[in-house]
């Protein structure tokens, strides 16, 4: 297998590339993202669309001057990272053989003032499945390596927990 190592942001972002990962079979494709971001008739709820035309809703709660009718763009950090626990799980565990019922993830988020913003926070997972443990931490650990999100919230420096909770 060849692997291509990327060394330039320009490259990284302009290209659409596969690069492998060698533990799972996964190939990630690298390619620019557009976001934009429009409020809505002078309120403080705004519409967020990206480039493939989907879109997502934010908003503040009233103590803020919102609405309170759509989840905040903080608080879309957090869902964000949920959702990519999740459909990286689905993935590795495919690609891994790992049998599930079902897989969820708990986000449990801690800011550091009330307008501030994610200092810390606990990431709870929760598998169904008849698997081996050491198989199930496994597939785990891999799903923390290659969760995009999560790799984010690294970089920004918030102290993220892990735990992985196995029900039979």
């Given at each position: 297998?060849?692997?291509?190592?990327?060394?330039t942001?320009?490259l990284?972002?302009?290209?659409r590339?596969?690069?492998?990962?060698?533990?799972?079979g996964?190939?990630?494709?690298?390619?620019?993202m557009?976001?934009?971001g429009?409020?809505?008739?002078?309120?403080?709820?705004s519409?967020?669309t990206?480039?493939?035309?989907?879109e997502?809703?934010?908003?503040?709660g009233?103590?803020f001057?919102?609405e309170d009718?759509?989840?905040s763009a903080?608080?879309?950090?957090?869902?964000?990272?949920?959702?990519?626990?999740?459909?990286?799980?689905g993935?590795?565990a495919?690609?891994?053989?790992?049998?599930?019922t079902?897989f969820?993830v708990e986000?449990d988020a801690?800011?550091?003032?009330p307008?501030g913003?994610?200092c810390?926070?606990?990431?709870?997972a929760?598998?169904?499945?008849g698997?081996d443990?050491?198989?199930?931490e496994?597939?785990f650990?891999?799903?923390?390596?290659?969760?995009?999100?999560?790799?984010?919230?690294?970089?920004?420096g918030?102290?993220?927990?892990e735990?992985?909770?196995?029900?039979?």
């Amino acid at each position: 297998m060849n692997f291509l190592w990327i060394s330039t942001v320009k490259l990284l972002l302009y290209s659409r590339i596969k690069i492998p990962c060698p533990d799972d079979g996964l190939w990630f494709i690298f390619q620019s993202m557009k976001a934009y971001g429009k409020l809505i008739n002078g309120s403080l709820r705004s519409v967020l669309t990206d480039d493939r035309g989907h879109e997502v809703l934010s908003d503040v709660g009233q103590e803020f001057g919102g609405e309170d009718t759509a989840p905040s763009a903080l608080e879309l950090t957090a869902l964000s990272l949920a959702g990519c626990l999740t459909t990286i799980w689905g993935i590795v565990a495919k690609n891994s053989g790992v049998s599930y019922t079902d897989f969820e993830v708990e986000i449990d988020a801690e800011k550091d003032s009330p307008m501030g913003t994610i200092c810390k926070a606990r990431a709870t997972a929760r598998v169904s499945s008849g698997e081996d443990r050491v198989k199930l931490e496994k597939c785990f650990e891999k799903v923390l390596k290659s969760c995009p999100v999560g790799q984010i919230w690294e970089k920004a420096g918030i102290d993220l927990t892990e735990e992985l909770v196995i029900r039979d």
